[in-house]
């Protein structure tokens, strides 16, 4: 791909929805400032529709509003358009290739085999993550599968052990369901000190898609699962033989073994040709690249049920099997590295919100470090165990601002700060499930910085 000045400069400002182009980012031209957002949506969306772009004013026919706004007619309404060509996978346009994955840059990994890249949520548009920057973890890398020499194995505890192929498990009905993704240690490099400078840093091993596959309860019904089999064991074909013990309960209430992700099969780093996919619960749990269910007794205590995701507590046990990803929340926009650009005046508080127990029922932010909070609209859809994006218009007054999101789920669990978490939990370095309230430190420059701690 040719390099333009456009990709190499990225804009990190926000208040327009552009990133390469911050001429068009303008200062409002009449913005009542003691007026709060809640003034009347009407007439705060008509002190709005200054910002969208310069005032035309004085401009009286269509010719001196063309000469304005200095819409000359450029190359590309003047040329022929790129034919389609007869096949292809279509790309994303050369100006947006800033929306890529990161590695941790927190975090000095001397391999990239057991490693994680983090998915920039600043710059997502709507709730779905596309394939391409979906978060990454994984214990010895990417497998790659052929999917006709790939088998699925169900035994142990049922009466009939089944193998399945690819093609096999094709032909079974499917569902397909909106769900986030997040791996139990993100955030974890920032608990009481501001270690990430952006939110995709931070925050970024968190994700979400439309995952497409079969229920898992209707394979284990078809094997027939013997009344003394209570837990499940999943385990990966790559070269780590990831494996995790996850309840009965959960498997036959909404555990899939899916192929499909955001209208497309599997991406290799996402598990192709099958994950299991275990909804609200931490992303070790979503076992990819899926070779082998057994049915047992009781859990096996295997590495990553012992020595790994396990929490510390403060009477000096260690917490196995929490597995629920709790509500949390965090702003995306503005977030770590941005500055509002343009000065005083309006910007859209955005982010997400999320729950392993339910769906998200209220967001609340605050501007002034917690002292008040006021509530942020959601946007519809707003789904079970899936990010919901909450929105706040913001006029900025210039001064310091400490923003921060509060999120609630459909079982009244408020997210806690990490105070809270600490009256539980014994917080030593680099602690799993931290899903605290996140602050963010907007400058009178208008620099937004980590602010944690
Ligand atoms: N087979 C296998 N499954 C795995 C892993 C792995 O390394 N191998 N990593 C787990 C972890 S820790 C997480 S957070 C999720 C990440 O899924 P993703 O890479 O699709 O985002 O996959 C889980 N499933
Ligand atoms: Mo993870």
């Known amino acids: 791909m040719a390099k333009t000045d456009n990709m190499a400069k990225e804009d990190k400002s926000i208040g327009s929805g552009w990133h390469f182009s911050p001429d068009a980012i303008h200062k409002p031209a009449e913005v009542d400032t003691a007026a709060p957002p809640s003034a009347g949506r009407r007439s705060f969306l008509r002190k709005g529709a200054a910002m969208a772009g310069v005032a035309l004013a004085g401009a009286g026919g269509g010719a001196s509003v063309a000469q304005a706004a200095k819409l000359t007619v450029p190359e590309w309404s003047r040329t022929m358009g790129k034919p389609i060509p007869p096949t292809d996978y279509g790309m994303p346009i050369e100006y947006e290739s800033h929306y890529v994955r990161t590695r941790s840059d ?54 009939r052990p089944l193998v399945f192929t690819m093609s096999d498990l094709m032909r079974y009905p499917s569902v397909s369901k909106f769900h986030f993704m997040e791996c139990s240690g993100n955030t974890l490099t920032d608990w009481r000190e501001p270690r990430s400078t952006t939110v995709q840093q931070s925050h970024g091993l968190l994700s979400c898609a439309q995952w497409t596959g079969v229920p898992l309860a209707w394979l284990l019904d078809e094997a027939g699962v013997d009344p003394k089999g209570k837990w499940v064991m999943l385990e990966g074909a790559d070269g780590s033989g990831h494996l995790r013990s996850i309840p009965m309960e959960k498997i036959m209430d909404d555990v899939l073994i899916a192929f499909g992700q955001n209208g497309e099969m599997l991406r290799a780093e996402q598990g192709y040709p099958i994950r299991a996919f275990v909804p609200g619960w931490e992303g070790n749990t979503s076992v990819k690249w899926l070779r082998r269910i057994k049915v047992v007794e009781g859990p096996a205590h295997v590495r ?79 789904m079970d165990k899936c990010l919901t994006r909450f929105r706040y218009r913001w006029n900025w007054d210039g001064g310091p601002a400490r923003i921060a999101s509060r999120a609630k789920d459909s079982t009244g669990y408020v997210q806690p700060t990490v105070e809270d978490l600490a009256r539980e939990r014994e917080i030593v370095g680099f602690v799993q499930h931290h899903n605290g309230i996140y602050p963010w430190a907007v400058s009178q420059q208008g620099e937004v910085t980590n602010a944690i701690g």
């Open 304 to 382: 990553g049920e012992t020595a790994r995701y396990t929490d510390p507590m403060p009477d000096g046990k260690w917490r196995q099997f929490s597995m629920e990803m709790e509500c949390k929340s965090v702003i995306t926009s503005p977030s770590g590295g941005m500055t509002l650009r343009g000065g005083p005046g309006f910007y859209e508080i955005q982010g997400f919100a999320w729950s392993g127990n339910g769906k998200i029922t209220h967001v609340d932010v605050t501007l002034d470090g917690g002292r008040n909070w006021r509530e942020a609209t959601l946007e519809e859809p707003v």
């Open 106 to 159: 927190v975090f000095v990994n001397r391999q990239n085999y057991s490693d994680w890249s983090m998915s920039p949520l600043q710059k997502q548009q709507g709730i779905v993550t596309p394939n391409g920057v979906f978060f990454e973890r994984h214990h010895n890398g990417t497998a790659k599968i052929d999917p006709e020499q790939h088998r699925l194995v169900i035994h142990g505890l049922v009466k």
